[in-house]
Structure formats: structure tokens, C-alpha cells
């Protein structure tokens, strides 16, 4: 099994920064991707980050960045926006040791933003 713990959210002033972390520990074999989710109250969750690609509403606000070594990812939050409350959900597709090859999406437990003033 593989398990992702997220840390770092909180409550934020708008025009504040929050980084979060999720680190992955287990039967891993390799990491093809780590990427960021959210979900606010009453939507869908929705992709925020990736390496290769943002979404719109997080474009120039948020970085993405990735240590292999440590199977962590972080999550850097600029500026952001009562409209970025949400819970933040790390997700990983992972190449197992045992079934030695076999790929698994696993998800984090989330940590929740909320920014408000």
C-alpha cells in the first residue's frame, strides 16, 4: 500500500500564502505523476495542478514542485482568494513494488483552505 499525507493548509488573510506538502510512503516502486486537487463545498473536485499545466483560475498564483528523491510534491499558494477555500487533495499514480509493476492511483485525506478575512 502507498499513503499520501498532505500538510500546510490553514486559514489565510486573502492576498496571503499557504504551501502545502504531501509526501508518499510505501510500496513504491516509481511515481509517474503527483498532482494537486480541490474540492470547495457543494462542487466537484477539479484538478489544480499538474507539472505540465495549471488550472486557469490558478495560473500565476500557484507553483507546482516535485522532489523525486523524497516522493514529495508542494503545492505554493500566492496571492489567493476567498474563491480558493476548498479542501486540497494530493493524488499519485504509482508503479507498486508488490505486484511489483502494477500502477495505482492513491489519493491524500486532504487539507483544508480557507481563505477568509
Known amino acids: 500500500q502507498v499513503h499520501l499525507v498532505e500538510s500546510g493548509g490553514g486559514l489565510v488573510q486573502p492576498g496571503g500564502s499557504l504551501r502545502l506538502s504531501c509526501a508518499a510512503s510505501?510500496?513504491?516502486?516509481?511515481?509517474?505523476?503527483m498532482d494537486w486537487y480541490r474540492q470547495a463545498p457543494g462542487k466537484q473536485r477539479e484538478l489544480v495542478a499538474t507539472i505540465t499545466k495549471y488550472a486557469d483560475s490558478v495560473k500565476g498564483r500557484f507553483t507546482i514542485s516535485r522532489d523525486n528523491t523524497k516522493n514529495t510534491v508542494w503545492l505554493q499558494m500566492n496571492s489567493l482568494k476567498p474563491e480558493d477555500t476548498a479542501v486540497y487533495y494530493c493524488n499519485a499514480k504509482v508503479a507498486l513494488l508488490s505486484p511489483i509493476g502494477q500502477v495505482r492511483e492513491f489519493w491524500g485525506q486532504g487539507t483544508q483552505v480557507i481563505v477568509s478575512s
Open positions: 510505501g510500496s513504491i516502486l516509481s511515481i509517474y505523476a
